[in-house]
């Protein structure tokens, strides 16, 4: 029996207006989150992996960007109709993010135990004495050592990875339903990265909650995550269980991807690259976004738009190889 759902995204649509057009960011976009559930967000920059999180949280910067459309389902309540006092209570509370640069995130004049202490302060009412023990406590429990001295330690003062689990730690102080990681080890060293995802994992299964992770890597996705989303041009091309999306992908952009992971063997096979580049986001594709760099495009992809095709209980492909629905632009 699968778990209850946390999050309820259905037909979101994210447009940001610039001096050369509007940029359709995020087109339909749909999913579930369920209770304790790790997804994946995987697919090249631009493809609206960030914008997808941000609309979450209500981060979209306004202008330029807004929400044209569709709603994100939180314990029945639509976020995207939510008040910015009401959004004040959830964020950092009951749904968290650990941003891609913790440098540019982290206040470089707060002392990093005081900028987690703020979210319990704020959150859950407590002393400003108590609230530092919890921090420091938090602190120990992503990894720090010698927490009470680091908790008095500016952001400039710490490595990359201590500062990464500054903010792991401040995301998880009030133990969220949701934690959304955006790229969280993309400036870490391969070490560190490995303790940070070890880390996201062990606290996933402690506290419950579920994660979104945003990420490049697919050998992390596979690592971390239960599920997969695979999103090209602000739409998800895929979704399918982990282990059936690498052993079985379906959509011609997720081969690509797959294929393109370097393979360690003896002879070393040629690297293999998905031909040309993301469209440009003002540029209108007509049919299918892929067909241009796709090997499988007929006439048909280059006029209409496939829709998402059901081809198990658990697995969905845009790809007309496996469907014949549409959809209009």
Same mark, same amino acid.
């Given at each position: 029996?699968?778990?209850?759902?946390?999050?309820?995204? #259905?037909?979101?649509? +994210?447009? @940001?207006?610039?001096?050369?057009? +509007?940029?359709?960011?995020?087109?339909?976009?749909?999913?579930?989150?369920?209770?304790? &559930?790790?997804?994946?967000?995987?697919?090249?920059?631009?493809?609206?992996?960030?914008?997808?999180?941000?609309?979450?949280?209500?981060?979209?910067?306004?202008?330029?960007?807004?929400?044209?459309?569709?709603?994100?389902?939180? #314990?029945?309540?639509?976020?995207? *109709?939510?008040?910015?006092?009401?959004?004040?209570?959830?964020?950092?509370?009951?749904?968290?993010?650990? @941003?891609?640069?913790?440098?540019?995130? !982290?206040?470089?004049?707060?002392?990093?135990?005081?900028?987690?202490?703020?979210? %319990?302060?704020?959150?859950? /009412?407590?002393?400003?004495?108590?609230?530092?023990?919890?921090?420091?406590?938090?602190?120990?429990?992503?990894?720090?050592?010698?927490?009470?001295?680091?908790?008095?330690?500016?952001?400039?003062?710490?490595?990359?990875?201590?500062?990464?689990?500054?903010?792991? $730690?401040?995301?998880?102080?009030?133990?969220?339903?949701? %934690?959304? $990681?955006? &790229?969280?080890?993309?400036?870490?060293?391969?070490?560190?990265?490995?303790?940070? %995802?070890?880390?996201?994992?062990?606290?996933?299964?402690?506290?419950? $909650?579920?994660?979104? @992770?945003?990420?490049?890597?697919?050998?992390?996705?596979?690592?971390?995550?239960?599920?997969?989303?695979?999103?090209?041009?602000? *739409?998800?091309?895929?979704?399918?269980?982990?282990?059936?999306?690498?052993?079985?992908?379906?959509?011609?952009?997720?081969?690509?991807?797959?294929?393109?992971?370097?393979?360690?063997?003896?002879?070393?096979?040629? !690297? &293999?690259?998905?031909? /040309?580049? +993301?469209?440009?986001?003002?540029?209108?594709?007509?049919?299918?976004? @892929?067909?241009?760099?796709?090997?499988?495009?007929?006439?048909?992809?280059?006029?209409?738009?496939?829709?998402?095709?059901?081809?198990?209980?658990?697995? *969905? +492909?845009?790809?007309?190889?496996?469907?014949?629905?549409?959809?209009?632009?």
């Amino acid at each position: 029996m699968q778990a209850e759902k946390v999050l309820e995204i #259905r037909d979101l649509c +994210v447009d @940001f207006k610039t001096a050369e057009g +509007v940029v359709h960011a995020i087109n339909h976009l749909s999913y579930d989150l369920h209770k304790g &559930e790790k997804l994946g967000i995987v697919g090249e920059s631009g493809s609206g992996k960030s914008v997808s999180s941000l609309g979450i949280m209500q981060l979209i910067p306004n202008p330029p960007g807004q929400i044209v459309g569709g709603s994100i389902l939180y #314990r029945g309540k639509d976020l995207v *109709k939510a008040t910015e006092k009401d959004m004040q209570g959830i964020r950092g509370n009951e749904i968290s993010m650990i @941003f891609q640069e913790p440098m540019t995130s !982290l206040n470089p004049i707060i002392k990093c135990g005081r900028q987690i202490a703020e979210a %319990l302060i704020l959150h859950r /009412g407590m002393k400003k004495k108590d609230a530092m023990e919890e921090a420091v406590r938090m602190m120990q429990a992503v990894g720090i050592a010698n927490p009470e001295a680091r908790a008095n330690e500016y952001p400039h003062q710490m490595s990359g990875g201590m500062r990464q689990r500054v903010m792991i $730690a401040a995301a998880l102080a009030c133990q969220p339903q949701i %934690l959304i $990681a955006d &790229e969280p080890t993309t400036a870490l060293d391969v070490t560190i990265q490995a303790q940070i %995802l070890d880390l996201i994992k062990d606290l996933n299964e402690q506290m419950g $909650a579920s994660v979104i @992770f945003i990420t490049h890597d697919l050998g992390v996705v596979r690592q971390l995550c239960d599920t997969v989303i695979v999103m090209y041009t602000g *739409k998800i091309v895929e979704q399918a269980p982990v282990q059936e999306l690498f052993t079985e992908p379906k959509h011609p952009y997720t081969i690509g991807l797959l294929n393109a992971i370097p393979k360690i063997t003896k002879d070393r096979p040629p !690297l &293999e690259t998905i031909e /040309g580049m +993301v469209p440009n986001p003002l540029e209108r594709i007509e049919g299918c976004s @892929f067909w241009p760099r796709c090997p499988y495009a007929t006439e048909r992809c280059k006029k209409e738009i496939p829709s998402m095709t059901d081809i198990s209980d658990t697995r *969905k +492909v845009r790809c007309f190889r496996y469907g014949d629905g549409q959809e209009t632009a």
